[in-house]
């Protein structure tokens, strides 16, 4: 099998449908340079390779594609017209990762490799720029130091060693920049780096270009399973066999002088979805001068380099001068930049983030990927291009991540308490939304409030784990291509970048501002959208969900044929679903609306009374309350479906523990303390998740279900007589037998019967029950002869099916992730596997006793998108979700029938 995939000079041995084997980058390579875009030639070693190596080890990986690189290089060195460890002609190469997914930041990359101390003297003279030449050696011995051979600060604190020793000779020379030193500087940093590299692990810097080669690739293969990689793996549910492919290319360099330089562009703005070009690019820099955010980017076309003036409030003189854009500096090469980027785009028919670098006037395109994008901006895009007519109605659908419809869902700033509020300072509107939060300096202390914003100089890939935490992402330095701009908008999280007038001090957690002084812990604001940063707390209000957004909703209910509805216990809960456009309730919780202070007081007697009859006078107490709560549920969801679950939770969840409050109860009740103690203790379960509930409750107190039965049919009664129409579907919790549903739906529709007898007036309703315990689920087919409906409490069915206790699970599930033992959280996303079963035989075997059952799901899993495509999948009628997931599930049920 072929290990090894080359590309450049407008041929390629692999193409863009190859991306499991050739990573993102690789296919997106291959591609481009088989479509005549001018790409470096290079070659991909396969994702396989990655597996293989975890297996065999380093040694006999080298053995199977020892020849095939050999090849593959001689081919580069063929068309750049240079020789690998050729000091008078030296051709220099990158190696990087590339997963199958894009991994911002995650995965390690190598420049200027090849190089020793006689290429670089090669180097310097061919090029004829000795301090380019040992700058880049200065360059490569550090990266490489660090990367390759681990060479880097241990903890956060410390400083990286090759920093170290930089700034120990800046303050030596007494300068200041990087640019001050001298070519003799330079080439003492690399002797230092060296000393240095051997001192701290013994080993000699690799002098010969074919060793660095092949400690590089390993070390690419190592860093798939370094700690960064796992964690970002794991928060997006990427297994690790996967595996990284590495891509080797030649160097080309952004360094050469002011007729090079590099950049990183967009074909549309990923904040918004704008369609308008834009990018930044350094003149005379490598490429990550432009993400690490220590130069102030410019911008690439000349209407962005005016916004970006506005913004960062410049006079139009001041940027001509200062920053113009590359349309101004360079229009020759902004010209073909700007027709790659639209046969890119047209090509990949989505917006492209593409990198470039211009060496001595010749335009290389490094790379080029589907962009991240922020959710505003996933949903524009696509549209717009439907209406461009470059993708179909069912792409646009599945250009949708429908897990990333959340970030429009949310609440932005309160245009009113904006007028009021205090800027303080003005970033870059790098990532949209509104966040207020505390302030905090280390990622380290993002989990230190419930709210906050993290604040940074400038954000590496170490603080990704709090930048997930925090609410919001602060910069001083970087601009919207820096870490934290690409970072924020792939997680969909607010950023503002690059806000230069901030003086952030790591040492005392505080910042400056225009003179004041702001601690760790103080409240903050800032908006993404425009990139003010606001002192103190912002009122913030709720999105309008239309334009582009309406038209995605609209498209879903086009393809999907699965009703989607919503898990409500509040009138106002429900409302807000309807708005979302939930077609009926598919839970309501009715032991939640027993919390509140009138009503525990009622649910306490009830439990702790003695006889039927006491239960049956505290019971009353609670009857004219749920009748209350169901007319306005019921209200809320006029005509639609409305299902209500009877009490489901063990009892000893409404009792109080502390003393005063069991004082109290003695007292209102007339008995003493110490006989209130007792019953409190004889409802202690030691498994009260496997113990007295659901319809264990309501068949050893029948006058719960009685109870709760009467109010929800007289509560449709009142509001039929107020002409509104109701469809109530009353459901019993937690059955295991026939019988147990049997018992339930007798006395329900007995208490319906006399209900409708005493009012002379009835109405339509359905009795059902919940599947969620796996019994239930094999038993189907008997108690559907009796059911109206199934709805598949995957949390519980999760729960039983598994062994894993709900409340338990959280001290062994993320060890179990981690080790890769399960793939994916099985409350999160639905075992299809295992537990996905009893929902097919669940459903399979109901239908055959009862073709008219409606089947639905109202656990967790009813909003997880894959979980709602097996549900499609498997014939479900509808999925039941939170309110704020509505419109996820609605495009995930589209997703699923396309
Ligand atoms: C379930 O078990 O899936 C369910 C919806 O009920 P609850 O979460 O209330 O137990
Ligand atoms: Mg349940």
């Given at each position: 099998k072929t290990r090894v995939y080359t590309f450049g000079n407008k041929k390629a041995d692999g193409n863009?449908?190859?991306?499991?084997?050739l990573g993102?980058k690789g296919a997106n390579l291959a591609e481009m340079s088989a479509i005549g875009i001018p790409v470096p030639p290079g070659f991909t070693i396969t994702?396989?390779v990655c597996?293989?190596y975890?297996?065999?080890?380093k040694d006999e990986v080298i053995q199977l594609i020892k020849r095939e690189v050999e090849l593959a290089v001689a081919k580069i060195e063929k068309t750049m017209n240079t020789k690998f460890g050729d000091a008078k002609n030296p051709l220099l190469l990158s190696v990087r990762s590339g997963?199958?997914?894009?991994?911002?930041?995650?995965m390690d990359t190598v420049l200027n490799l090849g190089l020793n101390d006689d290429v670089v003297e090669g180097l310097a003279k061919k090029t004829k720029n000795e301090r380019f030449a040992w700058d880049s050696y200065r360059r490569f011995v550090q990266m490489y130091g660090g990367v390759v051979m681990?060479?880097?600060?241990?903890?956060?604190?410390?400083?990286?060693?090759f920093?170290?020793?930089?700034?120990?000779?800046?303050?030596?020379?007494?300068?200041?920049?990087?640019?001050?030193?001298?070519v003799q500087?330079l080439k003492d940093l690399v002797f230092?780096f060296k000393?240095?590299i051997y001192?701290?692990?013994?080993k000699e810097f690799p002098s010969d270009p074919w060793d660095q080669l092949w400690l590089a690739v390993m070390a690419v293969f190592d860093s798939?399973?370094?700690?960064?990689?796992?964690?970002?793996?794991?928060?997006?549910?990427?297994?690790?066999?996967?595996?990284t492919a590495v891509n080797v290319q030649a160097m080309v360099f952004g360094n050469m002088g002011e007729n090079s330089g590099t950049?990183?562009?967009?074909?549309?703005?990923?904040?918004?979805?704008?369609?308008?070009?834009?990018?930044?690019?350094?003149?005379n820099a490598q490429g990550e001068d432009?993400?690490?955010?220590?130069?102030?980017?410019?911008?690439?076309?000349?209407?962005?380099?005016?916004?970006?003036?506005?913004?960062?409030?410049?006079?139009?003189?001041?940027?001509?001068?200062?920053?113009?854009?590359?349309?101004?500096?360079?229009?020759?090469i902004?010209?073909e930049?700007?027709?790659y980027?639209?046969?890119?785009?047209?090509?990949?028919?989505?917006?492209?983030?593409?990198e470039f670098t211009i060496q001595e006037g010749k335009l290389w395109i490094l790379q080029t990927?589907?962009?991240?994008?922020?959710?505003?901006?996933?949903?524009?895009?696509?549209?717009?291009?439907?209406?461009?007519?470059?993708?179909?109605?069912?792409?646009?659908?599945?250009?949708?991540?429908?897990?990333?419809?959340?970030?429009?869902?949310?609440?932005?700033?309160?245009?009113?308490?904006?007028?009021?509020?205090?800027?303080?300072?003005?970033?870059?509107?790098?990532?949209?939304?509104?966040?207020?939060?505390?302030?905090?300096?280390?990622?380290?202390?993002?989990?230190?409030?419930?709210?906050?914003?993290?604040?940074?100089?400038?954000?590496?890939?170490?603080?990704?784990?709090?930048?997930?935490?925090?609410?919001?992402?602060?910069?001083?330095?970087?601009?919207?291509?820096?870490?934290?701009?690409?970072?924020?908008?792939?997680?969909?999280?607010?950023?503002?970048?690059?806000?230069?007038?901030?003086?952030?001090?790591?040492?005392?957690?505080?910042?400056?501002?225009?003179?004041?002084?702001?601690?760790?812990?103080?409240?903050?604001?800032?908006?993404?959208?425009?990139?003010?940063?606001?002192?103190?707390?912002?009122?913030?209000?709720?999105?309008?969900?239309?334009?582009?957004?309406?038209?995605?909703?609209?498209?879903?209910?086009?393809?999907?044929?699965?009703?989607?509805?919503?898990?409500?216990?509040?009138?106002?809960?429900?409302?807000?679903?309807?708005?979302?456009?939930?077609?009926?309730?598919?839970?309501?919780?009715?032991?939640?609306?027993?919390?509140?202070?009138?009503?525990?007081?009622?649910?306490?007697?009830?439990?702790?009374?003695?006889?039927?009859?006491?239960?049956?006078?505290?019971?009353?107490?609670?009857?004219?309350?749920?009748?209350?709560?169901?007319?306005?549920?019921?209200?809320?969801?006029?005509?639609?479906?409305?299902?209500?679950?009877?009490?489901?939770?063990?009892?000893?969840?409404?009792?109080?523990?502390?003393?005063?409050?069991?004082?109290?109860?003695?007292?209102?009740?007339?008995?003493?303390?110490?006989?209130?103690?007792?019953?409190?203790?004889?409802?202690?379960?030691?498994?009260?998740?496997?113990?007295?509930?659901?319809?264990?409750?309501?068949?050893?107190?029948?006058?719960?279900?009685?109870?709760?039965?009467?109010?929800?049919?007289?509560?449709?009664?009142?509001?039929?007589?107020?002409?509104?129409?109701?469809?109530?579907?009353?459901?019993?919790?937690?059955?295991?037998?026939?019988?147990?549903?049997?018992?339930?739906?007798?006395?329900?529709?007995?208490?319906?019967?006399?209900?409708?007898?005493?009012?002379?007036?009835?109405?339509?309703?359905?009795?059902?029950?919940?599947?969620?315990?796996?019994?239930?689920?094999?038993?189907?087919?008997?108690?559907?002869?009796?059911?109206?409906?199934?709805?598949?409490?995957?949390?519980?069915?999760?729960?039983?099916?598994?062994?894993?206790?709900?409340?338990?699970?959280?001290?062994?599930?993320?060890?179990?992730?981690?080790?890769?033992?399960?793939?994916?959280?099985?409350?999160?996303?639905?075992?299809?596997?295992?537990?996905?079963?009893?929902?097919?035989?669940?459903?399979?075997?109901?239908?055959?006793?009862?073709?008219?059952?409606?089947?639905?799901?109202?656990?967790?899993?009813?909003?997880?998108?894959?979980?709602?495509?097996?549900?499609?999948?498997?014939?479900?009628?509808?999925?039941?979700?939170?309110?704020?997931?509505?419109?996820?599930?609605?495009?995930?049920?589209?997703?699923?029938?396309?």
């Amino acid at each position: 099998k072929t290990r090894v995939y080359t590309f450049g000079n407008k041929k390629a041995d692999g193409n863009s449908s190859m991306r499991n084997l050739l990573g993102g980058k690789g296919a997106n390579l291959a591609e481009m340079s088989a479509i005549g875009i001018p790409v470096p030639p290079g070659f991909t070693i396969t994702t396989e390779v990655c597996t293989e190596y975890n297996l065999l080890g380093k040694d006999e990986v080298i053995q199977l594609i020892k020849r095939e690189v050999e090849l593959a290089v001689a081919k580069i060195e063929k068309t750049m017209n240079t020789k690998f460890g050729d000091a008078k002609n030296p051709l220099l190469l990158s190696v990087r990762s590339g997963a199958r997914v894009s991994m911002p930041g995650m995965m390690d990359t190598v420049l200027n490799l090849g190089l020793n101390d006689d290429v670089v003297e090669g180097l310097a003279k061919k090029t004829k720029n000795e301090r380019f030449a040992w700058d880049s050696y200065r360059r490569f011995v550090q990266m490489y130091g660090g990367v390759v051979m681990g060479v880097k600060a241990i903890n956060k604190e410390d400083i990286d060693p090759f920093e170290e020793i930089i700034e120990n000779l800046k303050e030596k020379r007494g300068i200041t920049l990087d640019t001050e030193f001298t070519v003799q500087d330079l080439k003492d940093l690399v002797f230092d780096f060296k000393k240095s590299i051997y001192r701290r692990i013994g080993k000699e810097f690799p002098s010969d270009p074919w060793d660095q080669l092949w400690l590089a690739v390993m070390a690419v293969f190592d860093s798939w399973n370094g700690k960064r990689a796992v964690y970002y793996r794991n928060m997006h549910g990427y297994p690790a066999d996967w595996g990284t492919a590495v891509n080797v290319q030649a160097m080309v360099f952004g360094n050469m002088g002011e007729n090079s330089g590099t950049g990183v562009c967009f074909t549309r703005d990923a904040g918004s979805g704008e369609n308008l070009f834009n990018g930044e690019y350094l003149i005379n820099a490598q490429g990550e001068d432009v993400v690490a955010g220590v130069r102030t980017p410019q911008q690439i076309t000349k209407i962005g380099s005016q916004r970006w003036a506005e913004l960062a409030q410049i006079t139009e003189k001041e940027r001509k001068n200062s920053y113009p854009s590359l349309e101004e500096v360079m229009p020759e090469i902004f010209k073909e930049l700007n027709g790659y980027q639209q046969i890119l785009e047209k090509h990949y028919r989505d917006m492209q983030d593409m990198e470039f670098t211009i060496q001595e006037g010749k335009l290389w395109i490094l790379q080029t990927r589907n962009g991240k994008r922020t959710g505003a901006a996933m949903v524009k895009i696509a549209i717009d291009l439907l209406s461009q007519g470059l993708i179909s109605e069912e792409e646009a659908l599945l250009r949708i991540e429908p897990n990333k419809l959340d970030e429009l869902l949310h609440p932005i700033f309160d245009p009113a308490a904006l007028k009021k509020a205090h800027v303080i300072a003005q970033g870059l509107p790098a990532s949209p939304g509104a966040a207020t939060g505390q302030l905090v300096f280390f990622a380290e202390d993002a989990s230190k409030f419930k709210y906050s914003i993290l604040t940074r100089i400038e954000t590496s890939p170490e603080d990704l784990e709090g930048m997930n935490l925090a609410k919001g992402i602060l910069t001083a330095r970087g601009g919207m291509t820096s870490h934290a701009a690409v970072v924020a908008r792939g997680m969909g999280k607010c950023c503002v970048s690059g806000a230069g007038a901030l003086k952030i001090n790591y040492k005392t957690k505080t910042m400056w501002v225009e003179g004041k002084e702001y601690h760790e812990g103080d409240w903050i604001s800032i908006n993404g959208s425009t990139g003010n940063i606001i002192e103190g707390k912002v009122a913030t209000v709720e999105p309008e969900l239309t334009g582009e957004f309406a038209k995605i909703m609209e498209l879903s209910d086009k393809y999907s044929s699965m009703k989607v509805r919503t898990n409500a216990d509040t009138p106002q809960d429900a409302k807000v679903a309807r708005n979302f456009g939930a077609t009926g309730i598919g839970l309501t919780r009715t032991e939640h609306m027993f919390f509140e202070v009138d009503r525990i007081k009622a649910m306490r007697e009830m439990i702790l009374a003695d006889t039927v009859k006491g239960r049956k006078q505290a019971l009353a107490k609670l009857l004219p309350m749920q009748r209350e709560d169901f007319e306005g549920i019921f209200e809320a969801m006029e005509g639609l479906p409305v299902t209500i679950r009877l009490l489901d939770p063990p009892l000893h969840e409404f009792v109080p523990h502390q003393l005063a409050t069991l004082r109290e109860l003695a007292d209102e009740m007339h008995v003493s303390l110490e006989s209130v103690k007792i019953k409190v203790a004889d409802l202690e379960e030691f498994n009260p998740m496997l113990g007295h509930r659901g319809c264990r409750l309501g068949n050893t107190y029948p006058e719960i279900t009685e109870m709760q039965t009467r109010a929800i049919i007289e509560a449709a009664l009142n509001l039929k007589q107020r002409g509104i129409e109701t469809k109530p579907e009353i459901m019993v919790p937690l059955v295991g037998t026939f019988d147990e549903f049997v018992a339930q739906e007798t006395i329900i529709r007995d208490t319906a019967e006399a209900i409708f007898k005493e009012r002379k007036d009835k109405i339509e309703y359905f009795v059902g029950t919940m599947i969620e315990i796996p019994r239930a689920a094999l038993m189907a087919d008997k108690i559907a002869k009796r059911a109206d409906f199934f709805s598949f409490g995957t949390n519980d069915l999760t729960q039983m099916t598994f062994g894993y206790s709900r409340d338990d699970a959280g001290k062994f599930l993320p060890i179990y992730l981690e080790q890769g033992i399960l793939k994916h959280d099985p409350f999160e996303v639905l075992d299809q596997e295992g537990v996905g079963q009893l929902v097919t035989m669940g459903t399979q075997r109901g239908r055959s006793t009862n073709p008219k059952l409606k089947v639905g799901i109202c656990g967790e899993h009813g909003g997880e998108p894959s979980s709602v495509e097996f549900c499609y999948n498997n014939g479900l009628d509808y999925v039941s979700c939170s309110p704020f997931r509505v419109p996820i599930a609605r495009v995930a049920s589209a997703q699923a029938a396309i």
